[in-house]
């Protein structure tokens, strides 16, 4: 049995993943391990960081069972814009606030009046979002100065796990990209937000290249995970770059679409590009290996089919796809803003709408507009990267939505594209390893690697009397987003 093998873990937001994976791609082991949230009624959403971690352990120990030995590195991924303080003795202070975590909303708008934002955008590719740890931050030095003031480091979910396993603070460029505070031109914490933050760079973990081997695993460690011989960590990249890695997104004029709860739309180019900084519509976040992954995420995907799944119809989402597929085409929109949006345009007070509903209408009809819907706003992301040169030839797709074959076809002839999904169960755990088993030298580039491991199992095709439907239809769809925009503000102060 082959013994340098790899063990990839995602932590993600409600459920953390962890598989061994061959050289070959194969998945040979797989266990999930649920990681519950603590809410409040004042918009907190935070993971226990002691029950993170355990479930860390869990779920690495159970994937690794009968190759205890035979690991030879461990590659983590981790959800964007989680934040946690750590004290000087390395203890949390509080939880780990994740992106569901809404608290920093009351500060929004006055750090956004305390800085140049378009000056922010020029430095760090981000766009204005309180879920970002910048906004965290400043939440919790003004509302929790306790904490803030005994803070040692500022840490995402990720880096918090390496600290446990390591007993050092280490992080990497792909996840600190979305921290609002880390300059992705020259990947390191940038001067201009920290002064405004009121923290210095000593504050923040040492930033490490994805790709290169941070060190051994050290045998407490390796004893807590119960893994034996020679083990090496690779700090990896954020789940939505391990899913792009996975699905053979690293490829030139290839875009990634992830299809989750929320939902991505991005592209591998060689160069930082950025938006007009007027609009911003692009996101700007650097991957790995002289790489960054252009493009913009949307918070309203798979959540949507959930909603509708639970309040308003009683169906199981494959009842949902099955009775959207009975339908034709219909003069109904559906705009998907249940949880606010990342687009400033729209913004965190948008909600969802559905526009032209009469008596007529059906139940498959209203899930099919809802599906456009989301499919729509990914479009408006392709837009942003079309106006910027960014050009995109085919679409490699992940995650839970592409299991809709109905959900793709939409997709596909929505964005004018053919879309190829990978057969790959778990892309972000393949992502992972394939940077992984490039680090160790086993391919000399990455895109090597995604052509020797990444398979492809289903390919759809834009059908041509469609894309002129959906085209017509997507403009409607940007017009009433822009007309209702007002509307969404006078609603917010009712």
């Known amino acids: 049995m082959e013994k340098n093998l790899i063990l990839s873990v995602d932590i993600g937001t409600t459920n953390l993943k962890a ?3 061959d050289e070959k791609g194969n998945i040979l082991s797989l266990y999930r391990k649920e990681t519950p ?9 935070e993971h226990n960081p002691d029950v993170l971690f355990n479930a860390f352990v869990e779920a690495a120990k159970e994937a690794a069972k009968g190759y205890e030995d035979k690991i030879s590195l461990i590659v983590p991924s981790s959800y964007m814009f989680g934040l946690i303080p750590v004290d000087e003795n390395l203890n949390p202070l509080m939880g780990v606030m994740t992106l569901l975590d809404l608290r920093s909303k009351e500060i929004f708008e006055e750090l956004l009046n305390a800085v140049d934002i378009k000056e922010v955008y020029k430095k760090t590719g981000y766009t204005p979002t309180f879920h970002a740890p910048l906004f965290k931050i400043y939440w919790i030095k003004k509302k929790r100065k306790e904490i ?6 500022f840490l995402s979910s990720k880096d918090f796990i390496l600290l446990k396993l ?3 603070p280490f992080t990497e460029p792909s996840i600190s990209s979305a921290t609002g505070y880390m300059n992705v031109n020259t990947l390191k914490w940038d001067d201009y937000v920290l002064d405004i933050l009121g923290i210095d760079k000593e504050k923040l973990p040492t930033i490490v290249p994805s790709e290169e081997i941070l060190m051994d695993l050290p045998d407490d460690a390796k004893k807590i995970l119960g893994l034996s011989g020679e083990v090496k960590v690779l700090s990896g990249v954020y789940d939505g770059g391990a899913v792009g890695i996975g699905i053979g997104a690293f490829e030139k004029g290839v875009g990634a679409i992830n299809i989750g709860t929320t939902a991505m739309f991005r592209v591998a180019c060689p160069e930082a590009i950025f938006d007009r900084e007027d609009l911003m519509r692009l996101q700007t976040y650097y991957l790995c290996c002289g790489e960054w992954f252009i493009g913009a995420a949307i918070n309203n995907a798979g959540v949507i089919l959930k909603w509708l799944r639970d309040n308003v119809f009683d169906m199981s989402y494959d009842e949902l796809t099955a009775e959207a597929s009975k339908e034709g085409s219909a003069n109904l929109f559906f705009l998907p803003y249940l949880t606010g949006e990342r687009d400033k345009e729209i913004g965190n007070i948008a909600s969802g709408v559905f526009f ?5 209408h059906t139940k498959g009809q209203m899930i099919k507009a809802a599906m456009e819907g989301v499919a729509f706003s990914l479009r408006r992301i392709s837009e942003a990267l079309k106006d910027n040169k960014v050009n995109i030839k085919e679409i490699r797709a992940g995650g839970g939505g592409t299991k809709s074959p109905l959900w793709m076809e939409i997709f596909s002839s929505v964005l004018g594209l053919p879309i190829k999904v990978s057969k790959a169960e778990e892309p972000a755990l393949l992502g992972s390893a394939l940077l992984g088993y490039y680090a160790l030298g086993r391919y000399k580039t990455l895109e090597e690697a995604t052509n020797k491991l990444v398979k492809i199992e289903n390919i759809y095709q834009p059908v041509e009397d469609k894309i002129r439907y959906y085209n017509r239809k997507f403009e409607f769809f940007e017009s009433l ?3 209702l925009k007002s509307l969404f503000e006078l609603h917010s102060k009712l």
Not at 148 to 153: D, L, N, P, S, Y
Not at 356 to 360: A, F, N, P, S, V
Request: aromatic fraction near 6%.
């Open 19 to 21: 598989g061994v994976v």
């Open 166 to 168: 390591l007993g050092e």
């Open 37 to 45: 949230i603590e809410k409040g009624s004042d918009g907190k959403a």
């Open 356 to 360: 032209g509903l009469k008596d007529t």
């Open 481 to 483: 987003t822009k007309e």
């Open 148 to 153: 803030f003031e005994k803070t040692r480091f």
